[in-house]
């Protein structure tokens, strides 16, 4: 059973900038790519990014793309994201996913889920 755990988060202003990371308990998180989703109050839970196994592809919800940045550090089995540029949109309850299987860039395709950690963005 791999278990990931989300780090980071908190308040910010709009225009600023925070981090999250993920981390997985398990050796095999590097052999899966790993994604955030995120879901905001009275939402469904939305793609936000993924990263390949290898970090060497990343791929990016269009409402995201050029303002968020996904890296992968293998010997630590943790990801991070990079998040510029926030706006209230933004604001949302952050998911780190692992062992993905297929697109990576749907729910039902993760088998493992954190708990999330809040990001709030005021205006």
């Known amino acids: 059973q791999v278990h990931v755990i989300e780090s980071g988060g908190g308040l910010v202003q709009a225009g600023g900038s925070l981090s999250v990371s993920c981390a997985a308990s398990e050796r095999t998180f590097s052999s899966y790519a790993m994604g955030w989703f995120r879901q905001a109050p009275g939402k469904e839970r939305e793609f936000v990014a993924a990263?390949?196994?290898?970090?060497?592809?990343?791929w990016y919800a269009d409402s995201v793309k050029g303002r968020f940045t996904l890296s992968r550090d293998t010997a630590k089995n943790t990801v991070y994201m990079e998040m510029k540029y926030l706006n209230p949109e933004d604001t949302a309850v952050y998911y780190c996913?692992?062992?993905?299987?297929?697109?990576?860039?749907?729910?039902?395709?993760?088998?493992?889920w954190g708990q999330g950690t809040k990001v709030t963005v005021s205006s």
């Open positions: 996913a692992a062992l993905c299987q297929g697109s990576c860039r749907q729910v039902k395709e993760f088998a493992n």
């Open positions: 990263i390949s196994w290898s970090g060497e592809s990343t």
